[in-house]
């Protein structure tokens, strides 16, 4: 449900916003001070969440995105708009964002042997990938149908907008359904005395040095999120909401199945391996996407960057609950999540202003590509030493 409105949502965010009078600039501005706010409050949550319940986090989560649809959608203010940007939880990549994913991970792992850990998170993002990719065909075409039906194109996406509140809506509905198993034991917590940094005592130097690394990643990320490589599909080729969803339906497919295969090749050769394997070859195919000289073309290269390009993400969520203690896995999932918002946080503006100058509209693609494959040399580098447990029995 939250992947689906995440998707849902992208695909006409940045054209809403433009509809309601903001620049290129302002739009990036407004996705940057989004990825901000949203590291700051999941900082908060994710390292208290052991503590504060988890359940409880995963709450309060689902309120901050249900509220966050309803601004958006009811004012043209940018300042309101930014200032729900920056409590609530709206994410302009399609991808994950708040305190959900910290949490969910650090409780999947509780329940999960070390052998089934890498591919219960292959399937559980192939999951969040089939979602992102419906939520994002329907939203692109809900909007388009809804226009040609005699409503204004703003009107058209504030009907997504309403939808997207909805579905924070059901989540809260959901989550008070979840188990009473996710929750940290009590019993397990270790001694008050134990020094903690941001939730972490023992594995606070490991989890900082992957949070540096990830920051990196995600940077380059940020500069081609999915509502930003809609609006250059649009300002690049002039197509409409509903084939835009379409494209990235597909993309978010082949993104799905890529997941699911990580957790079977990570077996044969580790999940540092199939971190960087996979993602250099990904990290080229999208700096050749504005180099195409068609729409055509532009979508092939596309889906076939998106075909490999979320191998690393089941392998890094599943190394990280790895290497790391278990009352520390929340807070470690929580603080290398919010590196990675951080680092995402600042390329938006960057892209704006990129995008809003015609010799500079394929910028993005190049430094998202090249960043990235500094990112996988650093890591090999680091910790192809550190094996998580299920290697080293092996």
């Excluded at 900082?208 to 509502?227: K, N, P, Y």
């Excluded at 199939?274 to 990290?283: A, D, L, R, Y």
């Excluded at 090999?380 to 080293?392: D, G, T």
Aim: proline share 5%; charged share 10%; glycine share 10%.
């Amino acid at each position: 449900m939250r992947l689906f409105c995440y998707g849902f949502l992208s695909v006409v965010l940045a054209l809403y916003l433009a509809q309601v009078g903001l620049s290129e600039i302002q739009i990036g501005l407004l996705f940057t001070l989004t990825l901000v706010g949203d590291a700051g409050i999941s900082l908060w949550l994710t390292t208290s969440a052991d503590r504060f319940g988890r359940r409880r986090t995963l709450l309060l989560g689902a309120l901050l995105m249900m509220g966050a649809g309803v601004v958006f959608m009811v004012t043209k203010n940018p300042i309101l708009l930014m200032m729900a940007g920056i409590i609530g939880v709206i994410s302009p990549s399609g991808n994950e964002i708040g305190p959900f994913l910290a949490v969910e991970q650090a409780g999947l792992t509780q329940l999960l042997p070390n052998q089934q850990r890498t591919q219960t998170f292959a399937w559980y993002n192939l999951t969040g990938s089939f979602a992102t990719a419906t939520g994002a065909l329907t939203g692109g075409w809900l909007a388009e149908a809804v226009h040609s039906r005699g409503m204004s194109l703003l009107n058209s996406y504030r009907v997504v907008l309403l939808g997207y509140a909805l579905g924070g809506l059901i989540l809260i509905v959901l989550f008070l359904c979840l188990s009473q198993a996710v929750e940290f034991p009590v019993m397990d917590t270790p001694p008050a005395k134990a020094k903690r940094t941001l939730g972490l005592h023992r594995s606070h130097h490991i989890v900082l040095r992957l949070s540096a690394l990830f920051a990196l990643d995600a940077f380059a990320g940020g500069l081609i999120v999915q509502s930003m490589v809609a609006y250059w599909f649009f300002i690049r080729f002039g197509i409409p909401a509903g084939l835009i969803g379409s494209i990235f339906f597909g993309a978010n497919l082949l993104a799905g199945i890529s997941a699911l295969l990580a957790g079977r090749l990570a077996k044969k050769i580790g999940l540092i391996n199939t971190m960087v394997f996979t993602h250099i070859p990904s990290n080229i195919l999208i700096g050749l996407v504005p180099l195409m000289p068609s729409l055509p073309l532009a979508i092939v290269v596309l889906l076939l960057r998106f075909s490999i390009s979320q191998m690393d993400v089941p392998t890094r969520q599943s190394y990280t609950m790895a290497v790391v203690a278990a009352d520390e896995r929340s807070a470690a999932s929580g603080v290398t999540n919010i590196a990675r918002s951080v680092g995402a946080a600042i390329a938006p503006s960057l892209t704006g202003i990129f995008l809003s100058l015609p010799g500079l509209l394929s910028t993005p693609f190049f430094l998202c590509g090249g960043l990235k494959i500094v990112y996988d040399l650093l890591l090999y580098r680091s910790f192809r030493a550190l094996k998580p447990p299920e290697e080293q029995i092996a």
